[in-house]
């Protein structure tokens, strides 16, 4: 199943998201591009809807928006309505369930001046769904967080894991071709402050290309989420190490290595079986 894509087959791909709601969207989108790695499309559906929520979420989330909000979530458990109330709520106003729960108890815990409660209580209220003092309200929010895969406390420790999973997966593989190097904790205890997550004792090359160092990330990469990685770190590797890899585990789209002006890190979906040891031309 394909895991890189050309840029046409990328804006096709997040034109078709744009039309869906945000529940089920892998699903939908999977039958429209049936030839993609599922966990590619669930990759790119995770990210895309990052990436909308970070543009409306302040004008979901103002005082009067919030408010009828609340109304209507205590109107339908007045009137009885069946579970999945605020999952409703969320297809309905365009906020994923897990965001559109946590304004929900943001207004449920305001204070007398009406001002938010305490952000440490509400992410404990999130973590912990059974300390809500409203039952309806505490069962709503639990829905939602099992619903949503890109927000709330649930979602964040799947990708934590999911990252920490491909670094140790990287790790073994490297292993098991004989390569020799010190992992990001090593790299800490000897002082160094941004660390690739593989920095490689002896060089190897791939395709021609000498590399020092890898970097692992458990995701997809299209040119937004590439240019704030070479911004924050992959330059800093570069110019630290020099020439290293990427690998974004779900794919990417194809061309990125042309915006790196001239500094060589190479992209790529898996670890390359072709690499040359240096000890191979001794």
Known sequence: MARVLNQTTYNSLLDSLCKLPFRNRVQSIQKLFPELSVDTLKCVVAQECQKRMKGSHGRLTTSETVEAMYKKFTNSILMNEEPGILLRLSDEVGLTPALLARSIIERHYQ????????KLLVSTLMKNTALIDDRDLAFETYLCLLEDDEYGPIAEATKQSRGYEYEIYLRMELENCKVSFLHEDHLRIKGYDKTPDI????????????????????????EEVHRGYLK???????????????????????????????????????????????????
């Open 199 to 222: 920095k490689l004792e002896i060089p190897v090359a791939i395709d021609g290309q000498v590399i020092n160092w890898i970097e692992s990330k458990a995701l997809f990469g299209d």
């Open 111 to 118: 204070r007398d001046d009406k001002s938010k409660p305490a």
């Open 232 to 282: 924050d770190q992959l330059y800093s590797y570069w110019n630290r190490f020099g020439p290293g890899l990427v690998i974004y585990w779900f794919g990417y789209v194809e061309d990125l290595e042309k915006i790196h002006q001239n500094r060589i890190i190479l992209i790529r979906d898996t670890l390359p079986r072709n690499m040359v040891l240096m000890d191979q031309h001794l």
